[in-house]
T-cell receptor, first 111, second 115 residues
């Protein structure tokens, strides 16, 4: 059974609008949450993270929200830019310094 | 740039042959990881290391072995490659001093095709 689910395989957004990527998890013991961005033929790059003691973390155009009661994580990108087009993975940290990844969401930002 | 290189970057091999992928880091980090990425599965952990000669299995370790004889190198070996091991393999290091907010940084990947 998947511990981390990104239920939207793809998302298409107009340039300048908000992109919202979602992630649901099943294990309430996760205590640190990350988002990675991946371009084709490159390794994933760390984007933003949040610890379980917070419900929001901002870094420029990127904001991550954590709803622990709903076991739900989301990434907001405002405003979206064509260069944001990539695959986005949510990742949750479990014991032993290991990460569990979702299947990813392909974001396309149209100009 | 987390100072991670992977070699080879691309490899084509035949079923039944052994294959070794190398991950090299320049910054002396303790934790290193091997993942595979497949469509619909995201990244799945194969093996990881928490020090020289200290390794442990991940979610999808069957058919793979690892070795870490030096801090900077983490090797992944497919003992007898199968077509199901066709994938993109990523190495990662963990940065952050051992605390809760350790973050993993990834290498550029190795694309492996098993015919």
């Amino acid at each position: 059974d998947q511990q981390v689910k990104q239920n939207s395989p793809s998302l298409s957004v107009q340039e300048g609008r908000i992109s919202i990527l979602n992630c649901d998890y099943t294990n309430s013991m996760f205590d640190y949450f990350l988002w990675y961005k991946k371009y084709p033929a490159e390794g994933p790059t760390f984007l933003i993270s949040i610890s379980s003691i917070k419900d929001k973390n901002e870094d420029g155009r990127f904001t991550v929200f954590l709803n622990k009661s709903a076991k739900h994580l989301s990434l907001h990108i405002v405003p979206s830019q064509p260069g944001d087009s990539a695959v986005y993975f949510c990742a949750l940290k479990e014991y032993g310094n290991k990460l569990v990844f979702g299947a990813g969401t392909i974001l396309r930002v149209k100009s | 740039d987390a100072g991670i290189t992977q070699s080879p970057r691309h490899k084509v091999t035949e079923t039944g042959t052994p294959v070794t992928l190398r991950c090299h880091q320049t910054e002396n980090h303790r934790y290193m990881y091997w993942y595979r990425q497949d469509p619909g599965h995201g990244l799945r952990l194969i093996h990881y290391s928490y020090g020289v000669k200290d390794t442990d299995k991940g979610e999808v370790s069957d058919g793979y072995s690892v070795s870490r004889s030096k801090t900077e190198d983490f090797l992944l070996t497919l003992e007898s490659a199968t077509s199901s091991q066709t994938s993109v393999y990523f190495c990662a290091i963990s940065v952050g001093g051992g605390g809760l907010q350790e973050t993993q940084y990834f290498g550029p990947g190795t694309r492996l095709l098993v015919l």
